[in-house]
């Protein structure tokens, strides 16, 4: 690998200024749009490191490790799925790593023209006529603190939604509302089984937010909620104050955790930065169960689900832990004893030991005793990853950098503030530029394997060809497989992935023709039982009693079953595609001439589309799919009739 100095100069030197020139330039940049931020920031916390703002003091040695490659050649695999939030996309995007290569888009809370997601019937009805959405967290479902290979999760923060997507397909396969919530942001899944999937609303609202209280900010509230991962239903939700923005789950079950800025209740940016203190939210999940069980519940608005009412002070369902303003990321290590909470406005991260929370819920100590580090790491810490080796790698927006630091010694420097112990930043390195999400290999599973670290930079800047006025994102990939973090990847994203987990290959199993098993294919099942046909073999149009004509076709490379049908202009016309080819990679679609119909129909498939037929004429419907060395000629004719 180079040495990545001189690979810096050399990519700074095709503008006017120099690298470092730039840097300067961006982080005051930063800086002013952060001068609320600067002027507030907090105290210097007890125990800090204090650690200098520039690079360690120590000189790194040369490491003796071999170096994993992040060259993948032509035809081999990479060693990691990468799932990547889509941001504004709405889409959830599938990665190799560490080639960085992009492997698929997955079409979540959006319209899709390629597959025709969005508009085809099941996913229209999936997303209720709303096909935008803002995608920022992506987890895997869990079973024994690792991934089970099952589902994806993720949120959708402009409506308030969750959806799953089935790793067999990687297709979404439920979408389901948060109710009584807005802004869903943070999510986690629980580790030790597939069981709850929890969902923070950021904003806090009125309840119920019908026209009550709209001017009166001390009633507003916001819901953490309990969804099934597996029924994809909400089982409950707990009312706090605050507005919840991160989330992470423990390992044993026990608690969730919910990073809280705006203690202050306040509704403009300045009063939301008033006080110097904010909370980490522990919600006791035995104890929240207990009270839905025994039904000390209350309903909220319309929606039929039990909520907790846990608004005001500590009780043995939530409990705040003091930490320095407006935190951001909390991220579990992967032995799970702590939850690391990043500062963003507070130059530190707090570090919460997880087994002293219980004492904490008993009141046997204070809930702030069960902090046990407070490590200086720069300024605009967002987010931690792990390496499974002791060390932490906290992403610092404002800086730049990536942080290393070690776990251990950053909890002796905080029992022992006295300079003498040594500091536990071990690297900073330059990312480029204003990272926000950082993950690294498994590092959010028992099994972090130290390997890759991930930099999902908010701001690329100068660091592409210059594209016009919306610049990509910059994802980096680090190599941390050793004593030193090197930046080995820069890898343009459309806008904006926030986050992102990096799975060991072995354990995703996707399958490579269409195995039928979404809920997808028990409504069609259903239609053509009504209609009295065979998806795989007939090729019929029907007209329904309420005047729907239903198109049946199938599809076998280069053919369509059906070389033309006829239809009246103004019928509402569905077409139900199932295709017959039996091969991997053989995908068909449909795509009707001038009436906005496209659709994606994979091997072994079926999917539909309805639209109303224009005005009489011939229309030609083709595969836009190239399928066959006879793709083109893969096409037939709907006869509109006046
Ligand atoms: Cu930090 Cu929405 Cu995960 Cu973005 S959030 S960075
Ligand atoms: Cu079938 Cu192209």
Same mark, same amino acid.
């Given at each position: 690998m180079n040495d990545l100095e001189t690979e810096d100069k050399t990519t700074g030197a095709t503008g006017p200024e120099t690298l470092e020139e730039r840097r300067v330039f961006l982080t005051q940049m930063a800086l002013l749009g952060g001068a609320l931020v600067g002027a507030g920031c907090s105290p210097e916390p007890k125990?800090?490191?204090?650690?200098?703002?520039?690079?360690?003091?120590?000189?790194?040695?040369?490491?003796?490790?071999?170096?994993?490659?992040?060259?993948?050649?032509?035809?081999?695999?990479?060693?990691?799925?990468?799932?990547?939030?889509?941001?504004?996309?709405?889409?959830?995007?599938?990665?190799?790593?560490p080639s960085m290569r992009e492997l698929k888009r997955i079409p979540v809370f959006n319209r899709c023209a390629a597959t025709g997601w969005g508009a085809t019937d099941h996913s229209k009805e999936l997303l209720g006529g709303r096909m935008s959405g803002d995608t920022h967290h992506v987890h895997l479902s869990y079973t024994g603190g690792t991934y089970d290979g099952r589902y !994806?999760?993720?949120?959708?923060? #402009?409506?308030?939604?969750?959806?799953?997507?089935?790793?067999?397909?990687?297709?979404?396969?439920? $979408?389901?509302d948060i109710p009584n919530s807005q802004g869903t942001h943070g999510i986690f899944p629980q580790r030790h089984k597939t069981g709850y999937v929890f969902c923070n609303a950021e904003f806090r609202t009125p309840h119920v937010n019908d026209g009550r209280d709209m001017?009166?900010?001390?009633?507003?509230?916001?819901?953490?909620?309990? !969804?099934?991962?597996?029924? /994809?239903?909400?089982?409950?939700? $707990?009312l706090v104050e605050g507005n919840l923005d991160l989330c992470a789950t423990d390992y044993q079950g026990n608690y969730s955790f919910a990073t809280c800025y705006n203690s202050e209740g306040g509704v403009t940016l300045e009063q939301m930065m008033g006080a110097d203190q904010d909370h980490l939210y522990v919600f006791n999940l035995k104890n929240c169960e207990k009270a839905v069980r025994e039904g000390k519940t209350i309903k909220v608005g319309n929606?039929?689900?039990?909520?907790?009412?846990?608004?005001?002070? *500590?009780?043995?369902?939530? /409990?705040?832990?003091? $930490?320095?303003?407006?935190?951001?990321?909390?991220?579990?290590?992967?032995?799970?004893?702590?939850? /690391?909470?990043?500062?963003?406005?507070?130059?530190?991260?707090?570090?919460?030991?997880?087994d002293k929370l219980a004492s904490a819920f008993a009141g046997k100590i204070k809930p702030r005793d069960c902090v046990v580090a407070e490590p200086e790491v720069g300024l605009g810490p967002l987010h931690t990853a792990f390496d499974g080796r002791g060390n932490a790698y906290t992403s610092i927006f404002i800086d730049s950098v990536?942080?290393?630091? *070690?776990?251990?010694?950053?909890?002796?420097?905080y029992k022992s503030p006295d300079g003498k112990t040594p500091n536990?930043?071990?690297?900073?390195?330059?990312?480029?530029?204003? +990272?926000?999400?950082?993950? #690294?290999?498994?590092?959010?599973?028992?099994?972090?394997?130290?390997?890759?670290?991930?930099?999902?930079?908010?701001?690329?800047?100068?660091?592409?060809?210059?594209?016009?006025?919306?610049?990509?994102?910059n994802d980096q990939l680090i190599d941390i497989s050793g004593n030193e973090m090197k930046l080995v990847h820069d890898g343009p994203t459309f806008p904006e992935p926030h986050d992102a987990v990096i799975v060991a290959k072995d354990l995703i199993h996707p399958k490579k023709i269409q195995p039928r098993t979404d809920a997808r294919f028990a409504m069609y099942s259903a239609?053509?039982?009504?209609?009295?046909?065979?998806?795989?073999?007939?090729?019929?149009?029907?007209?329904?009693? *309420?005047?729907?004509?239903? +198109?049946?076709?199938?599809?076998?490379?280069?053919?369509?079953?059906?070389r033309d049908f006829k239809v009246?202009?103004? *019928?509402? $016309?569905?077409?139900?595609?199932?295709?017959?080819?039996?091969?991997?990679?053989?995908?068909?679609?449909?795509?009707?001439?001038?009436?906005?119909?496209?659709?994606?129909?994979?091997?072994?498939?079926?999917?539909? /589309?309805?639209?109303?037929?224009?005005?009489?004429?011939?229309?030609?419907?083709?595969?836009?799919?190239?399928?066959?060395?006879?793709h083109l000629e893969m096409r037939g004719r709907m006869i509109v009739e006046a």
């Open positions: 125990g800090s490191s204090k650690s200098p703002a520039g690079p360690p003091p120590a000189p790194i040695t040369k490491k003796s490790h071999s170096e994993p490659s992040a060259h993948v050649k032509p035809g081999q695999l990479d060693d990691y799925y990468g799932f990547w939030s889509g941001g504004q996309s709405g889409e959830v995007r599938i990665l190799g790593l !994806v999760f993720v949120n959708d923060k #402009a409506s308030a939604r969750l959806a799953r997507i089935n790793c067999e397909t990687m297709e979404v396969d439920k $979408v389901i001017t009166d900010p001390t009633k507003y509230g916001a819901m953490h909620t309990a !969804v099934d991962g597996e029924e /994809m239903v909400v089982k409950w939700q $707990v929606s039929p689900y039990p909520v907790i009412d846990a608004r005001g002070k *500590d009780s043995p369902y939530v /409990m705040r832990v003091p $930490v320095p303003k407006s935190p951001h990321g909390v991220n579990v290590s992967p032995d799970g004893k702590y939850a /690391m909470c990043a500062g963003k406005l507070s130059p530190t991260v707090s570090v919460v030991q997880i990536m942080t290393k630091w *070690d776990i251990n010694k950053a909890i002796q420097a536990p930043v071990i690297q900073k390195l330059d990312v480029h530029y204003q +990272v926000g999400h950082t993950n #690294a290999s498994m590092s959010e599973t028992k099994d972090a394997d130290g390997k890759w670290l991930m930099a999902l930079c908010k701001f690329s800047k100068d660091r592409f060809l210059n594209v016009g006025p919306l610049h990509g994102e239609w053509a039982k009504e209609d009295g046909v065979e998806l795989f073999k007939d090729n019929r149009v029907i007209r329904r009693p *309420d005047g729907t004509v239903r +198109v049946y076709m199938t599809s076998q490379a280069p053919n369509y079953g059906m009246k202009a103004g *019928d509402r $016309v569905q077409i139900i595609l199932t295709n017959q080819d039996n091969v991997e990679d053989l995908s068909h679609g449909f795509c009707m001439s001038l009436h906005d119909v496209n659709f994606l129909v994979n091997s072994r498939d079926t999917n539909s /589309m309805t639209f109303t037929a224009a005005s009489p004429g011939v229309y030609w419907y083709y595969c836009p799919w190239f399928c066959h060395a006879l």
